[in-house]
T-cell receptor, first 109, second 115 residues
């Protein structure tokens, strides 16, 4: 089967750093996405990893280890507007995108 | 990037009726998709909307229940037919844009409640 696991909820403090983990088991691998989804809104693209390593984009970084079936999204200098759900999604060998259930991140002042 | 709009943004429908959701993109795109996001669940791909031919449905979704049209490269519709309360969900269209491989952009979604 195809499975993507990420924590259901996390809480962090404004100004801090938070790491959201994602593990996956899929039929093949052609890339991994992270999306941000604010309540009642559509998901917005954050990052795409296809090779091992860290991709940095401003306050957000995404890491991938294909051998471990593992990724994380790192958010630095947290702001209140970062309160949202973060979706991990994997493209399998059939080019199908499979989404995790998302991690709801709460930011405390 | 792309600007994607959906109509309606939300609707409350009676069971047994049908609703057609429209998706409009501000530029021509090759790949358009329809997803469903049930409360507390992940996004699930319903089908790929193919221009000029029948949509490609994922396992568990059939054309009779979710007919899709794609008359051109900027527009698609999804119909939810013979609705039941289990169809209450958010329906989103998305498009794949060239450039970064597989980068997908989502419409704002249609929140459907079936009573």
């Amino acid at each position: 089967g195809q499975n993507i696991d990420q924590p259901t909820e996390m809480t962090a403090t404004e100004g801090a750093i938070v790491q959201i983990n994602c593990t996956y088991q899929t039929s093949g691998f052609n890339g991994l996405f992270w999306y941000q989804q604010h309540a009642g809104e559509a998901p917005t693209f954050l990052s795409y990893n296809v090779l091992d390593g860290l991709e940095e984009k401003g306050r957000f970084s995404s890491f991938l280890s294909r051998s471990k079936g593992y990724s994380y999204l790192l958010l630095k200098e947290l702001q209140m507007k970062d309160s949202a759900s973060y979706l991990c999604a994997v493209i399998n060998r059939d080019d199908k995108i499979i989404f995790g259930k998302g991690t709801r991140l709460h930011i405390l002042p | 990037s792309a600007v994607i709009s959906q109509k309606p943004s939300r609707d409350i429908c009676q069971r047994g009726t049908s609703l057609t959701i429209q998706c409009q993109v501000d530029s021509q795109v090759t790949m358009m998709f329809w997803y469903r996001q049930q409360p507390g669940q992940s996004l699930t791909l319903i089908a790929t909307a193919n221009q000029g031919s029948e949509a490609t449905y994922e396992s568990g979704f059939v054309i009779d229940k979710f007919p899709i049209s794609r008359p051109n490269l900027t527009f698609s519709t999804l119909t939810v037919s013979n609705m039941s309360p289990e169809d209450s969900s958010i329906y989103l269209c998305s498009v794949e844009i060239g450039g970064t491989p597989y980068e997908q952009y989502f419409g704002p979604g249609t929140r459907l409640t079936v009573t």
